[in-house]
């Protein structure tokens, strides 16, 4: 807790170049990984956070889904399924393995909060919140912590 996001670049699920260190520039973000999109447990966690995606926003929190998955693969699981936010391709586990979420190659299911960039931290938002090892059902306790009642 208390480290910054990394210095990565990603491609988007729309192949565009995503600068990961400067995704809470102006907003917090909140970054789950998955194991493999479009399979069960991915997408019930992935739907999850997809049905509660307005209270983030209005909390002013972006959300990111990130996998080693091609970003071929991310947009026609994003358009199947009506995901709302960005999915970030890590097929180099760059990310993953930054945020510790790497075991001998695969992702473990993680949920990870990071806060609003402060004045002077560059764009950098600051990690507030991380669950490695989570179960695709539990999206909702981070909801406790950082949205307003």
Known sequence: LGSFLPE?????EKEVDVQVS???EDKGVVLFLVPKADTPGCTNQ???FRDIYAEFTSAEYDVYCVS???PAAQSKW???KSLPYGLLSD???KLISALGANDKGKTKRSHFVFAKAEEGAEGKGKLI????GVKPVERLAILDFYLPP
Do not use: M, N, Y
């Open 8 to 12: 990565i670049t990603l491609k988007s």
């Open 22 to 24: 400067l995704l809470a």
């Open 46 to 48: 992935a739907c999850g």
């Open 68 to 70: 080693a998955d091609p």
């Open 78 to 80: 994003q358009e199947k």
């Open 91 to 93: 097929p180099d586990r």
């Open 129 to 132: 919140e991380k669950h490695i």
